[in-house]
């Protein structure tokens, strides 16, 4: 069965860090680009972050730019996002997505070109 799994998100202060995971299981996650994506209550997914399968290129969202750092590691099955300097409007579920794509290059797209979900982790940025 083809998983990904999202974890280490929880409750942080503002100006605090957070490093998300996301796991795959039954697939070799190296074939794949990732994505991540957030959704706050009554907002649209907003795309973030991505990296190709094989790590060479990165992009990022304005909003996150500069604050979030995504990575992988292809032998452990796993992709990374670091999130530091929280705020308050970094609260959202967030979700990473695995797209299979041979491009060289890290485009951030809409999420329904995405193959794969996981079922999201809750990050809260709060006093």
């Known amino acids: 069965q083809l998983q990904l799994v999202e974890s280490g998100g929880g409750l942080v202060q503002p100006g605090g860090s957070l490093r998300l995971s996301c796991a795959a299981s039954?697939?070799?996650?190296?074939?794949?680009?990732i994505g991540w994506f957030r959704q706050a209550p009554g907002k649209e997914r907003e795309g973030l972050s991505c990296?190709?399968?094989?790590?060479?290129?990165?992009n990022y969202g304005d909003s996150v730019k500069g604050r979030f750092t995504i990575s992988r590691d292809n032998a452990k099955n796993t992709v990374y996002l670091r999130m530091n300097n929280l705020k308050p409007e970094d609260t959202a579920v967030y979700y990473c997505?695995?797209?299979?794509?041979?491009?060289?290059?890290?485009?951030?797209?809409?999420?329904?070109?995405?193959?794969?979900w996981g079922q999201g982790t809750q990050v809260t940025v709060s006093s």
């Open positions: 039954g697939f070799t996650l190296g074939f794949y680009a």
């Open positions: 990296i190709t399968s094989s790590g060479g290129s990165t």
């Open positions: 997505a695995a797209r299979r794509t041979e491009s060289s290059l890290c485009v951030l797209i809409g999420p329904a070109l995405y193959d794969y």
